[in-house]
Nanobody, 124 residues
Framework: QVQLVESGGGLVQAGGSLRLSCVAS????????MGWFRQAPGKERELVAR????????YNANSVKGRFTASRDNAKNTMYLQMNSLKPEDTAVYYC?????????????????WGQGTQVTVSS
């Protein structure tokens, strides 16, 4: 059974940085396409970044491109999200997700496994 555990969330002032981590309990991490999503109160879950099996990345250009960087370390079964220049509107619960089937998943329904989420709060 695949388990994903996020960490690294917290309270930060606007303009600050945080790095989120997602550790996967899988045999071969490189077999999974990974994603970061976030959900603010009263809003739908939103795609933040995707990192594919090859290590290439794609971002939600409308909100985080240029500020957030996703990466993965297959040797450590870990995915990261470096978040810089944080804004109050980045406040949300951040989730990592994994897909073992699709090469380029993009919607929440295309991911098979989810972490429990980590809270990120950005104060103004």
């Amino acid at each position: 059974q695949v388990q994903l555990v996020e960490s690294g969330g917290g309270l930060v002032q606007a303009g600050g940085s945080l790095r989120l981590s997602c550790v996967a309990s899988v045999r071969t991490f490189s077999d999974y396409a990974m994603g970061w999503f976030r959900q603010a109160p009263g809003k739908e879950r939103e795609l933040v970044a995707r990192i594919f099996r090859s290590g290439s990345t794609a971002y939600n250009a409308n909100s985080v491109k240029g500020r957030f960087t996703a990466s993965r370390d297959n040797a450590k079964n870990t995915m990261y999200l470096q978040m810089n220049s944080l804004k109050p509107e980045d406040t949300a619960v951040y989730y990592c997700a994994a897909s073992s089937i699709r090469l380029y998943p993009s919607t929440p329904g295309e991911y098979d496994y989810w972490g429990q989420g980590t809270q990120v709060t950005v104060s103004s």
